[in-house]
């Protein structure tokens, strides 16, 4: 009864890392529902990541009453929406501004790496003195973060070793969607098999079996020719189609 309890339960709180898969469509539902006034949302979103908005006051007893024991002091469903909600978005709205940066990237290398620099120890800096955690900064991190991350991605697209990461990239969704459950069995694997093994070396070898085996099992679906749903959006669920031009130049062909 507890077991079905809490599945229940999981339903409106995920555990564990599941929270950022679980969060992706009501993301997408919520845009969806306001694209005729995105900007209008864009704003609503950034005061709500702004905000200092928390849930640990009530949720503790929301969880006692449902007679379930909860590791998270806080309602993911509320907490994290109004945390990440505007990355989400701002992803959506200047996606044509990011592929043209990362176009742009490829023909001024130098500057690039001159304004990942100074993005670099200004992110430093701000860290170092405390100052990161301060709401608009935060915000302000986090886009340029974002940026400096696209950068980096278009520099590192142009080694041969970038061939994988463009892959990856391109197929980003499948790891997202199913990388829990190999990322468990691997740490359980370890725990038992080889307890000895340092933490890091466990999280960065749990890590990759979590990416690689995802990616195995679209191989494997496209082969077999079913299963394509578990990772594929049906077309009445794509906000918008992507332009041909920045398809086919920025992500590799299937």
Same mark, same amino acid.
């Given at each position: +009864? ?35 006034t ?8 950034i +005061? ?23 590791v ?46 100074s ?47 463009n ?15 190999? +990322? ?12 000895q093994?340092?933490?890091?070396? +466990? ?52």
């Amino acid at each position: +009864m507890d077991i079905a309890r809490t599945g229940l339960v999981s339903l409106i709180q995920p555990f564990g890392t599941l929270w950022f898969i679980y969060m992706l469509p009501v993301f997408f539902v919520v845009t969806k529902l306001f694209r005729t006034t995105p900007w209008a949302l864009f704003a609503i979103a950034i +005061m709500l990541q702004v905000l200092p908005i928390s849930t640990s006051n009530f949720w503790p007893q929301i969880a006692s009453q449902l007679g379930v024991i909860s590791v998270d002091s806080h309602w993911v469903l509320v907490d994290e929406f109004c945390s990440f909600f505007v990355y989400f978005l701002a992803g959506y709205l200047f996606a044509p501004w990011l592929f043209a940066l990362a176009e742009w990237t490829r023909d001024h290398i130098a500057v690039a790496v001159i304004g990942l620099g100074s993005w670099f120890l200004i992110n430093l800096g701000l860290v170092y003195l405390d100052f990161a955690k301060l709401p608009i900064v935060s915000l302000v991190l986090g886009g340029a973060g974002a940026i400096a991350i696209v950068t980096i991605a278009s520099l590192i697209a142009r080694l041969a070793a970038g061939k994988a990461l463009n892959y990856l990239g391109a197929h980003s969704i499948v790891v997202y969607l199913a990388f829990f459950i190999p +990322m468990v069995v691997a740490r359980l694997a370890f725990a038992k098999v080889w307890p000895q093994l340092d933490v890091g070396t +466990m999280a960065a070898v749990s890590t990759a079996f979590a990416v690689v085996t995802p990616l195995i099992g679209l191989a494997l679906i496209r082969r077999i020719g079913f299963g394509h749903f578990l990772f594929y959006r049906p077309a009445w669920a794509i906000l918008a189609s992507k332009p041909a031009a920045q398809q086919a130049s920025i992500q590799p062909a299937e």
